[in-house]
């Protein structure tokens, strides 16, 4: 009989809570990825879960991307149904129409559109061929840039898998789990464990240089903004990429990943440069699909910490401290 020679805990050791998404109500106060800019082309609306509920994203003749509450504030009909007209978007129900900040500004049988019927307008941007919205009505912070002119960089954004069942930050706190980068994905540091490491209230940022598992060089910047982006730059073998890996949430208590890849345009011809964003692409495809073979199965409670958890220590404190609400609640 294999019995335990000691006697089993009692409980489990655990570190100080960490709130979920959702948990209390709230979500934290974060740009999240809602689709890939070319999902909704002018004259077209779509529909997306997010947080704990339904949006819509719309683009009228003018090119702009809205992301607004997905429900009629007439009788509740999804606005996904909808059709664009012009710079709004028409309820298939009753033909009520809501310009891009929300409020409605014509009805089909010609009453007067009532002052208070509004769609909750989300704070939104379309950059690196994403459409984002933030969670909160005046956001703390602008997305991370890469240290070269956008216009000089060839960029690459796809949507990476299905979504899984883990809170956005949770996959975060990967980037300052010194011990999982080098075991799980099997970098080997050149120095030691990094110690200068910027905080921000929204973002956390360090260096470090290693040996790739293929035996290549790598220098590396890479960190977290809000809850939901990871952001790295990386001289691989003398030859820089960009990568972002946002990830989005189509509902509590999961995260859809996408990967933003960027190049030098400069670096070779078009073909080149392609051809470069192949092999990158499927080096961090590699790296993510690590992360999320644990993230898939993953009962996440910090618990017993070392030394090596300095760095991740930290970011506890800071998810533990990021503002929260959720001031679309009574509209998506």
């Known amino acids: 009989m294999n019995r335990p020679t000691a006697g089993n805990p009692t409980s489990r050791a655990q570190g ?4 979920l998404e959702g948990e209390d109500g709230l979500f934290t106060q974060s740009w999240f990825p809602i689709c890939l800019s070319s999902d909704v082309p002018v004259g077209t609306v779509k529909g997306y879960g997010f947080l704990d509920g339904r949006i819509i994203v719309f683009r009228g003749e003018d090119g702009i991307a809205n992301v607004t509450s997905a429900f009629c504030p007439h009788l509740g009909a999804d606005l996904r149904s909808g059709d664009v007209v012009g710079n709004t978007v028409r309820c298939a129900f009753h033909h009520w129409n809501y310009d891009g900040q929300g409020r409605c500004v014509a009805t089909k049988i010609g009453d007067a559109p009532p002052p208070s019927a509004r769609l909750y307008k989300f704070v939104s941007q379309e950059r690196y061929g994403i459409i984002w919205a933030f969670n909160g009505d005046d956001p703390h912070y602008d997305l991370p840039d890469f240290p070269y002119p956008e216009e000089e960089l060839v960029f690459r954004t796809v949507v990476n898998g299905e979504p899984n069942d883990v809170d956005p930050w949770i996959q975060c706190a990967n980037t300052p789990d010194m011990q999982h980068i080098k075991a799980l994905h099997n970098i080997t540091f050149t120095q030691d464990d990094p110690e200068d490491i910027a905080w921000t209230d929204h973002s956390m940022v360090y260096s470090f240089s290693g040996i790739h598992t293929d035996g290549s060089p790598v220098d590396n910047v890479v960190g977290i903004y809000g809850t939901s982006l990871y952001y790295q730059t990386t001289d691989y073998a003398g030859r820089w990429f960009g990568f972002l890996n946002p990830m989005g949430m189509p509902r509590a208590g999961s995260s859809q990943n996408y990967m933003v ?10 073909e080149e440069v392609e051809r470069f964003l ?6 961090e495809r590699g790296v993510v699909s690590e992360d999320l073979m644990v993230m898939s199965s993953i009962k996440f409670r910090p618990g017993t910490l070392t030394r090596s958890d300095k760095t991740l220590a930290r970011f506890f404190d800071y998810m533990r401290a990021y503002p929260r609400a959720h001031p679309s609640r009574d509209f998506i």
């Open 278 to 283: 192949d092999f990158v692409e499927e080096l």
């Open 16 to 19: 100080e809570k960490i709130l």
């Open 261 to 270: 890849l960027a190049a030098r345009r400069d670096m070779g011809t078009p």
